[in-house]
């Protein structure tokens, strides 16, 4: 019996890495987020320079489908739209703006955009990437325009 019981022991720390094995998720051929895992049913999402939750789930359907994901996976897309939930100013920086764009309502992910010398720059999470050129373009339009508005307000 006691060999049994090192023996599921030994199985069973030989196959909890293999638990947490981290994988892609592709929000259709939008987006990608990098290194996913899954757990039991805990879905963890990758963090932001080790801290920051840049990258959220909004809908149990989502959630439900990532949870089921063993390995890289593809979600099936709505209509691709963006919806700016929150801007703001940073306020441990001037020049710097946060943003959560929120993607067809099932994922919402946070953009930093940074003024710099050649007018703004808009930077992703590090594990987020796009996979559309239209949405990555139409995103940093919205972005860019939105500091230099909220810029505009607050230089008068």
């Given at each position: 019996?006691?060999?049994?019981?090192?023996?599921?022991?030994?199985l069973?720390?030989?196959?909890?890495?293999?638990?947490?094995r981290?994988?892609?998720?592709?929000?259709?051929?939008?987006?990608?987020?990098?290194?996913?895992?899954?757990?039991?049913?805990?879905?963890?999402?990758p963090?932001s320079r080790?801290?920051?939750?840049?990258?959220?789930?909004l809908?149990r359907?989502?959630?439900d489908?990532?949870?089921?994901?063993?390995g890289?996976?593809?979600?099936?897309?709505?209509?691709?739209?963006?919806?700016?939930e929150?801007?703001r100013?940073?306020?441990?920086?001037?020049?710097?703006?946060i943003?959560?764009?929120?993607?067809?309502?099932?994922?919402?992910?946070?953009?930093?955009?940074?003024?710099?010398?050649n007018?703004?720059?808009v930077?992703?999470?590090?594990d987020?990437?796009?996979?559309?050129?239209?949405?990555?373009?139409?995103?940093?339009?919205?972005?860019?325009?939105?500091a230099?508005?909220?810029?505009?307000?607050n230089?008068?």
């Amino acid at each position: 019996m006691r060999f049994l019981g090192r023996a599921v022991f030994a199985l069973a720390v030989l196959c909890w890495p293999w638990t947490l094995r981290a994988f892609d998720v592709s929000y259709g051929s939008l987006f990608q987020v990098a290194n996913v895992s899954v757990s039991v049913d805990k879905v963890t999402l990758p963090l932001s320079r080790g801290q920051y939750a840049n990258i959220r789930i909004l809908t149990r359907q989502t959630f439900d489908f990532v949870k089921s994901c063993s390995g890289p996976c593809v979600q099936d897309v709505g209509s691709g739209e963006i919806k700016v939930e929150e801007f703001r100013a940073a306020k441990t920086r001037g020049g710097m703006w946060i943003a959560d764009v929120s993607f067809d309502g099932h994922w919402l992910v946070t953009f930093l955009v940074f003024q710099n010398k050649n007018g703004y720059a808009v930077k992703p999470p590090e594990d987020f990437r796009f996979l559309d050129k239209k949405l990555r373009s139409s995103t940093e339009k919205t972005l860019t325009d939105l500091a230099a508005q909220d810029a505009d307000e607050n230089s008068l």
